[in-house]
């Protein structure tokens, strides 16, 4: 018998992520926004078993920290969550609520990333029998902020890069100076190049880059994604932010 995981972590803007219908589990939010105090402060999510069987399930916190070319490096998180329940069986076409609350810090001095997990338990099966079991595990982007501050995000360059392909693209680099982390999706960005011009509003930015996390104190490249026509080089842009908070 094989296991094979099949590891989506849901970094919407860290990772772009396509749900296989073969999975047997899915998690919604995959993304939530927390704060250190207030009813703010405790979130649930949803797993629901599309399968046939039973799956156990667990759920794990890890750290999240974010480089400026969107790199996404974990460590061990501490005890600042609740989570309930921490394990569950949940029965085929069931659903099971998991309810995360924050127990750290209350008055955070400035906002922390973190990526729950949520893993099926391989189950043991006969030796004797041939066969591949798929074990599924989601990852969930939770930010947490501080009571008070707001982000900001402002447009700090812009640049050409290439892709795997040769095409070329737009890129800006934005910049945090708060406190609070921002995210991309509630911006809108203005970019031309001559004659050439492209606006992303937050649904596009969304769909096409992904949330767009940009941590307190830190710089975010992000790579537009539709094409510069051929000669465009000289990139002009404007970043309009509206804070969700």
Do not use: C
Request: charge should be positive; glycine fraction near 8%.
């Amino acid at each position: 018998m094989v296991t094979t995981i099949f590891r989506a972590m849901a970094l919407a803007a860290l990772v772009s992520l396509t749900v296989s219908s073969a999975h047997a589990m899915s998690v919604s939010p995959n993304h939530v926004e927390m704060t250190s105090v207030g009813n703010a402060g405790r979130t649930q999510i949803t797993v629901t078993n599309n399968g046939s069987a039973p799956i156990p399930v667990e759920t794990s916190l890890q750290k999240l920290d974010i480089d400026q070319n969107g790199v996404t490096k974990t460590s061990p998180a501490g005890e600042e969550f609740l989570v309930f329940p921490p394990q569950a069986m949940i029965p085929a076409g069931g659903t099971q609520l998991f309810r995360l609350q924050w127990v750290g810090e209350p008055n955070l001095d400035r906002s922390r990333s973190y990526m729950l997990s949520v893993t099926q338990i391989p189950v043991k099966i006969d030796k004797n029998r041939n066969g591949v079991q798929i074990v599924s595990s989601f990852g969930v982007v939770v930010n947490v902020a501080p009571p008070n501050g707001k982000p900001s995000l402002r447009l700090a360059s812009t640049g050409v890069a290439a892709d795997a392909q040769g095409k070329r693209h737009a890129t800006i680099t934005v910049e945090n100076a708060s406190k609070v982390h921002a995210n991309l999706e509630n911006a809108v960005i203005h970019v031309s190049a001559g004659t050439w011009s492209k606006t992303y509003e937050s649904g596009d930015i969304l769909q096409k880059i992904g949330i767009g996390i940009v941590q307190p104190g830190k710089r975010r490249v992000f790579i537009l994604p539709d094409e510069l026509p051929a000669g465009a080089s000289k990139i002009q842009a404007r970043l309009d932010y509206t804070p969700a908070r």
